[in-house]
């Protein structure tokens, strides 16, 4: 069974900081993706990055990138340079592949995060 | 690029009411679909998933169910509902390997 953990249940930030969203994961399958997405106050789901498990690099878009720890099984965004906009809550997610070969992600309990003018 | 349409947006059902939520998909042919529920406040319960038409996969046992008329059609279903079905519940198409999932807007059911 997979498992993401999201300890930061709420977080506030100044405006203009950094911002690291912590995210771990537990799995056994040696391929695997890791998402992250922003759930503003109307509810809908925005993409931000994705890290492969095979992937060399730590993936990087735009402000946001994933501080990928492959042996220590963890996946974090950071966003640099924080805004107003950019207060929601956030999900880590894993993509999971089922019994009949499959796919279906994973998500963790998220974050909420607080921009702080 | 994929579009998924949801609606309602929102919904008030007495207990014990029937339920019928409606999925819709734009922009892709034979999509993997996807029922969600978030819980106030909480992260996102996967409920089924369907891989084609008439084929529908259940992750928790409970009082809803899916159905999968059409190849872009996905509907959530239940004949009685129960205070513990109010939440948030969205419908997911799988965009690509790298881009995880597209969302619809959701439904916000609230059961009183």
């Known amino acids: 069974a997979q498992k993401i953990t999201q300890t930061q249940p709420g977080m506030f930030v100044q405006e203009k900081e950094a911002v690291t969203l912590d995210c771990t994961y537990d799995?056994?399958?040696?391929?695997?993706?890791l998402f992250w997405y922003k759930q503003p106050s109307s509810g809908e789901m925005i993409f931000l990055i994705y890290?492969?498990?095979?992937?060399?690099q730590n993936a990087t878009e735009g402000r946001y990138s994933l501080n990928f720890q492959k042996a220590r099984k963890s996946a974090n965004l950071v966003i640099s340079a924080s805004q107003l906009g950019d207060s929601a809550m956030y999900f880590c997610?894993?993509?999971?592949?089922?019994?009949?070969?499959?796919?279906?992600?994973?998500f963790g309990t998220g974050t909420r995060l607080t921009i702080i003018p | 690029s994929q579009t998924i349409h949801q609606w309602p947006a929102t919904l008030v059902q007495p207990v014990g009411s029937p339920l019928s939520l409606e999925c819709t998909v734009e922009g892709t042919s034979n999509p993997n679909l996807y029922w969600y529920r978030q819980a106030a406040g909480r992260g996102l319960q996967l409920l089924f998933y369907s891989v084609g038409i008439g084929q529908i996969s259940s992750e928790v046992p409970q009082n809803l169910s899916a159905s999968r008329p059409q190849d872009r059609q996905f509907i959530l279903s239940s004949k009685k509902l129960l205070l513990s079905d109010s939440g948030f519940y969205l419908c997911a198409s799988r965009r690509g390997q790298y881009y995880g999932y597209t969302f619809g807007s959701g439904t916000r059911l609230t059961v009183v």
């Open positions: 890290q492969g498990s095979y992937d060399q």
């Open positions: 997610a894993m993509r999971e592949v089922t019994n009949f070969g499959n796919e279906k992600l994973t």
């Open positions: 799995t056994s399958d040696p391929s695997y993706g």
